[in-house]
């Protein structure tokens, strides 16, 4: 096996000097093959890339690992250079310290996993293969629950998952759109205030209920019942497939996606997102459900709830938080520490590796390279069986969460997120003479930026413990959080636990649940 770094420069190269002699090329994207077999003289090699394993540079992983060895200088790339060129000693020496650089740095895995055969093949693997070594083994009860669960995907049920999902709300207020926002007309420049959600996923993962069971369709007039229910006491996590009508959004930032509207019409569009909906198509989980409904103004006459489907509430396994709870601890302990920024870099990784996991697709599309170079098939013309085999080769000693579950991780982090919002953003006004401007000017994923009010930021401090806290039961952290060291006098343990990590940031133990706000100017 031979392991090179950035691989995919390489490859290209390669491909030109061993024209027909590759086989089994490994990639995810075309382009950027992760690992691939050459037979040269009837002698077998394979060829990894290094960088997908480490997901650091030489110079890093040389300073992270400890490695007897210092990086050289760097070298000027501009310079030109052919096989001829006398290569000067220091580009030598350069060369040669990559190398020794990586000979040290795979020891160090070859000794960790007991032989170079057993190294996984990137960094996501490392965690995978953390993780079936704990909560696999500590936990069989839960990785059969998510074997059980994901075994019910068929292809249709699959691509309805695929639509519930989304990523982190971003957007930039439209009145603030063509303008520099930090300067007043004068020239004189605006205090632009910053919050921040510590470990958002993180927090999602640890506190809130997921889908913890296997989807039933439901009656669709059952939707009126459950969307009465507030998303945190509620004993199901449910989603609906919901046709909309005159939807209008009631503040200045709109919550809603285009891209997530199907068969849509009468579109008024703010920067990518709907402010005015004439009619579409929506598939929504209950808690952008309970943001949409405060986010919009519309008659519930105009609702039509063509598909309802519902699961168990439930938290993840205990043993899944723990090593949730134990990477974000290794991340925060080097967080601001000079000369570790790489392995502070790499430790969040790690903590957002387990959230990847969750919503890695269950199948991908197919990446192959032949004869005639690469080419793409994407994984909806696979076919029926193809997935069917993918679905029956789960195992519960390799199979710590499903797809499901990571659709809630986002869900949950953008209403924390919108609920303060809610709270800022100002009203419409029928009488747009009285019409106030919003001081919201962009949000993304899990912080909002702009020129808050003493008032404003009051509100939101004020609205935290209730967004944390209520409807949140901490029975399943209590052992978890004596083992972190976390009661240093505090004794509201529903304070405490409501999230562990958010705790890092707390500067008065007092006032536990504000710890998500981080003011800054």
Known sequence: RCYIHNAGFEFQ??????????????????????????????????????????????????????????????????KIRHPETVLEPELIDYALRDVVTMVYGIRKYRDKYGSIDDIVLTQTGEVRYDLFNSVCKTDPRWCKLMVDIASTYDSIQYKKL???????????????????????????????????????????????????????????????????????????????????????????????????????????????????????????????????????????????????????????????????????????????????????????????????????????????????????????????????????SLKPEKQFGCYQLGIWVTGWSRWTLWKMILKIDKNRSVDRGHYKQSSLVYGDTDSLKGYFTDEEMDAVRALLPAVLVEGVRVDHLADLVEEFGILRGIDNLVDVAVFVPYLVDVQDESLVAAALVRRRR
């Not at 394979?46 to 007897?68: M, P, V």
């Not at 695929?162 to 420049?189: C, E, I, M, Q, R």
């Not at 519309?298 to 489907?309: A, C, K, R, T, Y």
Request: with cysteine; aromatic share 14%; net charge neutral.
């Open 162 to 392: 695929l639509k519930l999902f989304a990523g982190g709300w971003t957007h930039a207020n439209k009145y603030y759109a063509n303008k520099n926002p930090l300067v007043n007309d004068d020239g004189s420049y605006k205090i632009c205030h910053c919050w921040d959600l510590s470990s958002s996923y993180p927090a999602s993962m640890t506190i809130r209920k997921m889908p913890v069971s296997i989807f039933e369709s439901r009656p669709v007039k059952e939707f009126w019942d459950l969307e009465k229910v507030d998303v945190r006491s509620s004993k199901y996590r449910w989603w609906a497939r919901i046709r909309v009508k005159n939807c209008m959004t009631s503040i200045d930032n709109s919550f809603w996606s285009i891209s997530k509207t199907d068969k849509a019409s009468g579109i008024i569009a703010d920067n990518g997102r709907c402010e005015f909906i004439g009619s579409g198509e929506i598939s929504i989980i209950d808690t952008d459900w309970e943001i949409f409904k405060e986010a919009y103004d519309f008659d519930n006459s105009d609702i039509e709830v063509l598909e309802l489907q519902r699961a168990d509430a439930g938290y993840l396994s205990k043993d899944l938080i723990l090593k949730i709870l134990q990477y974000y601890g290794d991340k925060t302990s080097l967080k601001g520490v000079k000369d570790r920024e790489s392995e502070y870099k790499s430790g969040k990784q790690k903590v957002n590796i387990i959230f990847g996991c969750f919503v890695t697709k269950v199948t991908m599309d197919q990446v192959e390279f032949g004869d005639n170079g690469w080419n793409v098939t994407p994984f909806e013309s696979l076919g029926e069986e193809h997935f069917d085999q993918i679905i029956s």
């Open 13 to 78: 190269h390669m491909r030109n000097v061993f024209e027909g002699s590759f086989k089994q090329v490994f990639a995810r994207n075309s382009h950027k093959p992760m690992k691939w077999h050459i037979n040269i003289n009837k002698v077998h090699f394979e060829f990894r890339c290094s960088y997908f394993l480490t997901q650091k540079s030489l110079d890093n992983w040389a300073k992270d690992e400890n490695l007897t060895v210092t990086k050289a200088d760097k070298i000027d790339y501009s």
